[in-house]
C-alpha cells in the first residue's frame, strides 16, 4: 500500500472530478438527443442520472479542496 501526501489524493479527486465532468458533458449530449427523439423515459433516467453525477462531482471537488489546504484551515503549522 502506498502512502500519499494530501496534496496527491487532492489531486486524486481533482482528477476524479474531471471524470464526472466527462460524464456529465457526455450524457447531456444523450439527453438533448432523448429530448428530439420524445423519448420521454429515457429523458427522465438521463436527467435522474445528470443530478447524481453533478452532485457526485461536487463532492469530489469540496474534498479535494480539504485536502489541498487540510493545513492552512487545520491550525497546524508546518516547518
Do not use: C
Request: charged letters at 35%; aromatic letters at 8%.
Amino acid at each position: 500500500m502506498e502512502n500519499k501526501t494530501l496534496e496527491e489524493l487532492s489531486l486524486e479527486y481533482y482528477e476524479g472530478a474531471e471524470f464526472q465532468k466527462q460524464l456529465i458533458e457526455k450524457n447531456r449530449l444523450k439527453l438533448s438527443a432523448a429530448r428530439k427523439s420524445g423519448d420521454k423515459t429515457e429523458e427522465l433516467r438521463l436527467t435522474k442520472l445528470i443530478t447524481v453525477l453533478y452532485s457526485q462531482r461536487r463532492e469530489l471537488l469540496d474534498t479535494a479542496a480539504k485536502l489541498k489546504h487540510y493545513y492552512k484551515f487545520s491550525g497546524v503549522s508546518i516547518k
